[in-house]
């Protein structure tokens, strides 16, 4: 049984979208392979945290899930379809899964005979076979899981499909993102009725990023900068899709601001996104006698109550 997406992420179903994205946040910094290297527990439970997440934060992936449960995010599903047999099964009794979640497996597309076939063929009374037609394989539904730079560079993934057929490489387009589905024709379960194979269909997930978001096509980065930085300006490197580029921080600096960099976002197809780099200003961390010196210096020029008119 699938586990419940909001137990995954520790919060109740009524949680808001920031709720869910906070308890994400917490949970995908603890989890992060990185923090947790060979540790294969804490990598399945990231991916399941992460899975959850892509489901919940998106409105209409959220709202198939709580109608549906788990059933809805998998490859193929119909909701049409799936509402006509819930219209049906109302009347002649059919039962339910586990999560009051059907189990019904014509309302998935590419699984044999649709709903509505199925539907035609009893009222129309027929029965038996389709006329010796020649049924294709079923579809195999399998997961990859990419780094964040892989999903926004692009990259080529060289596959071993567990049917015993021959290794296969996957060209991920670049601009991928969380959620993705390739299908790779006739990769899938071979016929039993010496029709066509079905294919071979991966959803795409990826692994957060320890600095950068990403928004739909665009990028944020959270980017350091010293004092003297802030205060005099400069240029500094600033990594993007493109490579590096030399980033003007003009001069009085202050933490929190943005600046934009257009067109040095996510590429996907004809359409790229840009970069929005926030400075945070770093202070020196050591306990010496000169730095205390110098901010009290600098705490001479502050002019007025740096937090005058915040107020709730």
């Known amino acids: 049984m699938a586990a419940d997406l909001y137990q995954e992420l520790g919060v109740a179903k009524t949680a808001s979208e920031a709720e869910i994205k906070k308890a994400y946040k917490k949970l995908a910094t603890k989890l992060h392979p990185d923090k947790n290297p060979g540790d294969k527990r804490v990598e399945t439970r990231f991916k399941a945290v992460n899975r959850a997440y892509q489901t919940l934060s998106d409105p209409k992936k959220r709202a198939l899930y709580d109608?549906?449960?788990?059933?809805?995010?998998?490859?193929?599903?119909?909701?049409?379809?799936?509402?006509?047999?819930?219209?049906?099964?109302?009347?002649?009794?059919?039962?339910?899964?586990?999560?009051?979640?059907?189990?019904?497996?014509?309302?998935?597309?590419?699984?044999?005979?649709?709903?509505?076939?199925?539907?035609?063929?009893?009222?129309s009374g027929k029965a038996g076979?389709?006329?010796?037609?020649?049924?294709?394989?079923?579809?195999?539904?399998?997961?990859?899981?990419?780094?964040?730079?892989?999903?926004?560079?692009g990259t080529e993934v060289a596959l071993t499909l567990q049917n015993g057929g021959d290794p296969v490489t996957v060209r991920i387009p670049?601009?991928?993102?969380?959620?993705?589905?390739?299908?790779?024709?006739?990769?899938?379960?071979p016929s039993p009725h010496s029709g066509p194979p079905g294919d071979l269909v991966l959803a795409i997930r990826v692994r957060p990023h320890p600095h950068f978001e990403r928004k739909e096509l665009d990028l944020h980065l959270d980017l350091p900068i010293t004092v003297g930085e802030a205060y005099r300006g400069g240029k500094v490197p600033v990594p993007t899709p493109e490579g590096s580029v030399n980033l003007t921080i003009p001069k009085h600096a202050q933490s929190g601001q943005v600046l934009r960099l257009k067109g040095k976002g996510v590429h996907r197809g004809k359409n790229v996104g840009d970069l929005y780099v926030r400075f945070l200003i770093r202070l020196p961390d050591s306990d010496s006698r000169d730095v205390d010196k110098a901010v009290d210096e600098m705490e001479r020029f502050m002019r007025g109550n740096v937090r005058a008119g915040i107020e709730l």
């Open 129 to 153: 076979g389709r006329g010796g037609a020649r049924m294709r394989g079923s579809d195999i539904a399998s997961e990859i899981t990419i780094d964040f730079s892989q999903a926004v560079l």
């Open 67 to 123: 109608e549906f449960g788990d059933d809805a995010m998998r490859e193929g599903f119909d909701v049409q379809a799936a509402r006509a047999y819930q219209r049906a099964s109302q009347g002649y009794g059919a039962s339910r899964g586990p999560g009051g979640s059907f189990r019904f497996e014509d309302i998935f597309t590419g699984g044999g005979a649709g709903i509505g076939d199925l539907f035609g063929d009893l009222f």
């Open 174 to 189: 670049a601009g991928a993102t969380d959620g993705d589905r390739l299908r790779i024709a006739g990769r899938g379960q």
